[in-house]
């Protein structure tokens, strides 16, 4: 797997390029398996490309630690490139979630440093 941080403007090329949505998101996902040639390299998960002033900003109005919000987005994008996909149906989307929670958990994080994660999410399926 590949990681690129970013800035706003590199991201909006890429989310208007490959998604046909005009500008910056804060994380995009870019799965090998997907397209004409995914078994070339199945064990490479794929590509991960991040906004840095996007997540500064989301680190800023949840009053979060911008690394916390680094490892949040970096823990969507691998779930993404595991399969999981938030924009089939909201119970995907709640599953997506709840995965995306057990994770930063794993990684010592307290759920209440998350604890506005799912009202963003939910305002976003």
């Given at each position: 797997m590949s990681i690129a941080i970013v800035d706003d403007d590199q991201?909006?090329?890429?989310n208007r390029d490959y998604r046909q949505v005009e500008g910056p998101t804060d994380v995009l996902a870019f799965a090998m398996q997907?397209?004409?040639f995914g078994e070339?390299?199945?064990e490479v998960l794929g590509d991960v490309v991040i906004s840095?002033?996007?997540?500064s900003v989301m680190a800023a109005?949840?009053?979060?630690p911008f690394p916390a919000v680094?490892?949040?987005l970096l823990t969507h994008a691998i779930l993404h490139l595991a399969g999981y996909d938030h924009e089939r149906s909201a119970e995907d989307a709640g599953n997506m979630d709840d995965k995306t929670l057990e994770l930063l958990d794993h990684l010592?994080?307290?759920r209440e440093t998350f604890g506005w994660?799912?009202?963003v999410t939910a305002a976003n399926h």
């Open positions: 991201i909006a090329r890429l997907d397209g004409e070339i390299c199945p840095a002033p996007t997540a109005e949840h009053r979060c680094l490892d949040l010592g994080y307290a994660y799912r009202l």
